[in-house]
């Protein structure tokens, strides 16, 4: 079964700085989810990512599939970037399951 | 296009008593997955359905059972409540089953069990 386990469990940074949230697993999938929960909210689904890097506004979502290995990033980081970060993957190969990762919480001072 | 949508927003419940909840899904999502995150704690798989049949189950006692309906929404049903059933029910539907398709969560509904 896959393990997924992220780092870091709480960041803070000030506005305007660069953030890397990193996620490792321990089974080879065919993808990976990046997801943001708000507090008290919905899950939002950031990206889904299988090879190479997807860039979404100021998110960039990169893996490493030999490595096992996913990093989220975020440019010019903002206050309304506060959330909780999840990645998300499949419990093994073809699995209905997503197992997630605990998650970072990420809180952008002004 | 809409989006995921669940019914109601927040619910609360006697311990023993039965309780439903509903998810629609995305247009052209014909995959519903059901997940419950307790206060501070990862989402848990709970089952998933696709063309109206269960294709996968996590580690959830019978009590907890489903639904998927022609249109693709689908209701999670919860029979004899139990305080620890307290948590944000999310649904997800996506194109196709399993979790290779990205996933459109829903906003949850907040059980309180009392």
């Known amino acids: 079964k896959n393990e997924v386990e992220q780092s870091p469990q709480n960041l803070t940074a000030q506005e305007g700085e660069f953030i890397t949230i990193n996620c490792s697993y321990s089974?080879?999938?065919?993808?990976l989810h990046w997801l943001q929960q708000h507090p008290g909210g919905g899950i939002v689904s950031l990206f889904m990512?299988?090879?190479g890097k997807k860039k979404h506004g100021r998110l960039i979502a990169t893996i490493n599939i030999q490595e096992k290995h996913s990093s989220l990033h975020i440019t010019a980081s903002h206050p309304r970037d506060s959330a909780v970060y999840i990645c998300?993957?499949?419990?093994?190969?073809?699995?209905?399951?997503?197992?997630f990762g605990q998650g970072t919480r990420l809180t952008i001072n002004p | 296009e809409t989006g995921v949508t669940q019914s109601p927003t927040h619910l609360i419940k006697t311990r023993g008593q039965q309780v439903t909840l509903r998810c629609s899904s995305q247009?052209?999502?014909?995959?519903v997955s059901w997940y419950q995150q307790a206060l501070g704690q990862g989402p848990q798989f709970i089952f998933q359905?696709?063309?109206?049949?269960?294709?996968g189950r996590g580690n959830f006692p019978p009590r907890f059972s489903g639904l998927q309906f022609p249109n693709y929404s689908s209701e999670l049903n919860v029979n004899a409540l139990e305080l620890d059933d307290s948590a944000l029910y999310l649904c997800?539907?996506?194109?196709?089953?399993?979790?290779?398709?990205?996933?459109?969560f829903g906003p949850g509904t907040r059980l309180t069990v009392t």
């Open positions: 997800a539907s996506s194109m196709g089953q399993g979790v290779s398709y990205e996933q459109y």
């Open positions: 998300a993957a499949p419990e093994v190969q073809g699995a209905q399951k997503l197992v």
């Open positions: 359905y696709y063309r109206e049949e269960e294709n």
């Open positions: 247009s052209g999502h014909n995959t």
């Open positions: 089974v080879g999938i065919s993808a």
């Open positions: 990512l299988s090879s």
